[in-house]
């Protein structure tokens, strides 16, 4: 089969489409002939060799951790799934190939009313975006939760998640067609970090007591500065640094003890024990069409290079996939 590997860690090495062979499902996993993989930010991050995931993969290797397609092999123990229907998921590790496996607990059946290439989108974003604001923050009608990157892939489903949950939603930005995208997403304010300071606009919106949940996808920029913009006994959930950005932040320790915060990390590889019981949750929004997948780009497998360049550019809304 065909399949887009990393050759060698750091981005100036081009990825390359080669010949491999096919993966056979182990127990717990299902096989499945690819029609789209998501593309997301740790994909980048762990090729450029400067991921604390990358440690993990030894070049050459299948990068891709969501993807959608249709049902082929069944592994051991696996039950509730049949050869032929369509599915989506979390990988295994290799989505961007022509045959992947996934995880039988974090998969699912594709709803009648979505796309492979919507499907592929989901995974990553929806979980991650699940595991910040209900299993973290465990954010309440009426909390207001501050989203950076609100136009991205997992800041899209944080603000579609956050304001079904009946809260208050503002999104940081770095354009106004990214303001337009996160207002038409359930935001009831934008604000565009280049130009103004978030902080101080998250005081003003909140009559100067401080939001309730940030969800910080650049703790190397904003960490810091979070601790201004949340309330006494406000909570900072942490899902990444920032693509390309030093992996440590600097922060105030009186800053932290004066606000009283809760600060989580959340990672997929902690979630996965739990996705049995959080699929079943979120299947229903996907299904009456509540939560929508936007596409910002799709891209040919062989592709996958101009793929991550876009990535790296921030010049997308929403979801980046791959096609065969």
Known sequence: MKAMRVQAFGLETPMRLDEVDAPKPAPGELLVRLNAAGVNP??????????????????????GLEASGEVIGIGEGVAGFEVGQRVFGACAGGAYAEVVRLRAPAAAVVPENMTHEEAAGVTLGLRTAWNA?????????????????G???????AVQLARRMGCRVFATVSSEEKAAFCRKLGAEETIDYRREDFAERCLA?????????????????????????????GRIVVMGAG?????????????????????????????????PEVVPRYLPMLRDGSFKVHLGAVFPLAEANAAHE?????KFLGKIVLTL
């Open 205 to 233: 919106l909140t009559g100067g007591r401080g939001v309730d949940v940030i969800i910080e996808c650049a703790a190397f920029d904003n960490f810091d500065k979070d601790l201004d913009a949340i309330c006494v006994d």
């Open 42 to 63: 740790s994909d980048v991050a762990t090729r450029s060799g400067k991921s604390h995931h990358s440690g993990h993969h030894t070049p050459p290797y299948v990068p």
């Open 310 to 314: 876009l990535m790296l550019s921030g």
């Open 151 to 157: 136009a991205g892939g997992v800041g899209s489903a």
């Open 133 to 149: 604001l209900v299993i973290k923050a465990k954010a309440g009608p009426g909390e207001s939760v501050l989203v950076h990157g």
């Open 243 to 275: 693509l390309g950005k030093e992996q440590r932040a600097g922060f105030r320790v009186p800053a932290v003890m004066t606000k009283d915060a809760r600060i989580f990390g959340v990672t997929g590889v902690n979630l996965a024990r739990k996705m």
